[in-house]
């Protein structure tokens, strides 16, 4: 069965640290992974789309990355600020043939950013 | 231009009860989705359409059914709710099906069933 993993649960930093998050998948074959994030009370929104080829993506201060001989991801948040406080979730779609309803979507990391 | 917009907001139920969930996009896409998000889970495809006059089952499509009305609306119905069906639910639509094309979320319907 098709699984995303992410890691850790939960993150609390301090406003202006750098963070981390990991994401493990087992999509295969694999098409694409894309970084969402979500804010309290609304609908996840895309922060970074990768193909299989590609081995970095950013988006201002937000930089993702991907080994897809490993089948792991990250999400890298530099000079953090209160605003980054949501949950990001790590998706995977199957194959270039796969259809939109077949995405795998990780239980997502909870990150707080505070003062 | 608004995106994919959902109502209601906020819905409690009592067990039994029936409602339907409305969704609309303005991007004229042509894939729609609805996902129920529940704690300690990832997102579930309940159902999707394809595109116009299509739907399919998704992962989780007991209890549940869908009307795609036309281009721009999508909805959910609850025939006889049940509490293991309180969760938030989102829509979402893309420019088409394939897993290519990024798909866009609207802000969810919460959910409870008493």
């Known amino acids: 069965k098709n699984q995303v993993e992410q890691s850790p649960q939960s993150l609390i930093i301090l406003e202006g640290k750098n963070c981390t998050l990991q994401?493990?998948?087992?999509?295969?074959?694999?098409?694409?992974l894309r970084w969402y994030k979500q804010d309290t009370g609304r609908g996840p929104v895309s922060l970074t789309i990768m193909t299989f080829s590609e081995n970095t993506k950013s988006n201002g201060r937000y930089t993702a990355t991907l080994d897809a001989d490993t089948k792991q991801s990250s999400l890298h948040i530099t000079a953090s600020q209160l605003s980054d406080s949501a949950s990001y979730i790590c998706v995977v779609s199957p194959g270039l043939t796969g259809g939109g309803n077949k995405l795998t979507f990780g239980t997502g990391t909870q990150l707080k950013v505070e003062l | 231009n608004a995106g994919v917009t959902q109502t209601p907001k906020f819905q409690v139920l009592k067990t039994g009860q029936s409602m339907t969930l409305q969704c609309a996009q303005d991007m004229n896409h042509n894939s729609m989705y609805w996902y129920r998000q529940d704690p300690g889970m990832g997102l579930r495809l309940i159902y999707y359409?394809?595109?116009?006059?299509?739907?399919d089952k998704g992962e989780v499509p007991n209890g549940y059914n869908v009307s795609r009305l036309n281009k721009r609306e999508f909805s959910l119905r609850l025939e006889s709710a049940a509490p293991s069906q309180t969760s938030v639910y989102f829509c979402?639509?893309?420019?088409?099906?394939?897993?290519?094309?990024?798909?866009?979320f609207g802000p969810g319907t919460r959910l409870t069933v008493t």
């Open positions: 994401c493990n998948y087992t999509v295969s074959p694999f098409s694409n």
């Open positions: 979402a639509s893309s420019e088409k099906l394939l897993a290519t094309y990024e798909q866009y």
């Open positions: 359409s394809a595109s116009e006059g299509t739907t």
